[in-house]
């Protein structure tokens, strides 16, 4: 997939900057369907060319975002060798640039997101509370489910058609009791669940 045809999937204005990126690599982008276990993932191919796969379906902010982020990989790797670590200091420096240098692509509204992320990029997306906040924002406006964090102690709420009760926090995540059959689990903050009314 040649650069240009990204376009319907990216922020206006972002095709300089991919072109910078891209110009010293041969780069196949594949455009796939949802996949709930990650937005996008990057490999070197048998013949050394890179292979990026992104998820069809996130926003455009997002995902020019998660092209970044595997970009990263890409580059980082060329410059200082297999053998670091995937998401380690190299990673981290060259995907804190790429970010910074990019941010105009992004809303105001998300920018000053972006400059808090990029002073220590994680791994997983969903380990910066803010950006999942932000996108579910922008993604799901119509939709009646909120985040665990939420969610007040006592309070029943609904996970996966069934009803739960927060005890309370174990450190950073949210203790609660299944209704039906009385088991206790630990939900991680950003857990989507629906209120019950």
């Known amino acids: 997939m040649s650069v ?4 319907r999937y990216l922020p206006k204005n972002t095709l300089p900057y991919l072109k910078n990126w891209f110009s010293d690599y ?3 982008i594949k455009i796939t369907k949802n996949r709930n276990s990650k937005l996008g993932d ?5 013949d050394h ?16 975002f998660v092209l970044t982020h595997e970009l990263a990989h890409l580059i980082a790797f060329e410059k200082y060798g297999r053998r670091i670590s995937p998401h380690g200091n190299e990673w981290k420096q060259t995907f804190k640039i790429m ?12 920018r000053p997101i972006i400059i808090q992320f990029s002073k220590s990029p994680r ?3 969903m380990a ?21 964090e939420e969610i007040q102690r006592g309070e029943i709420f609904i996970y996966r058609n069934e009803k739960y ?8 995540n949210y203790l609660c009791k299944n209704l039906a059959t009385g088991r206790k689990y630990s939900f991680r903050p950003l857990a989507r669940v629906k209120k019950c009314s």
Not at 4 to 7: D, G, W
Not at 49 to 64: D, G, K, R, V, Y
């Open 4 to 7: 240009e045809s990204l376009e």
């Open 26 to 28: 041969y780069i196949h």
């Open 42 to 46: 990057y490999r070197k191919l048998p």
């Open 49 to 64: 060319s890179h292979e990026i796969t992104i998820n069809s379906t996130l926003a455009p902010q997002l995902f020019f």
């Open 99 to 110: 970010l910074l240098e990019s941010l105009e692509i992004y809303e105001e509204t998300l």
């Open 123 to 125: 791994a997983n997306f």
């Open 128 to 148: 910066s509370p803010d950006l999942v906040k932000y996108f579910h924002i922008e993604n799901h406006d119509e939709d009646d489910l909120s985040f665990i």
């Open 165 to 172: 009760v927060l005890e309370g926090l174990i450190k950073k």
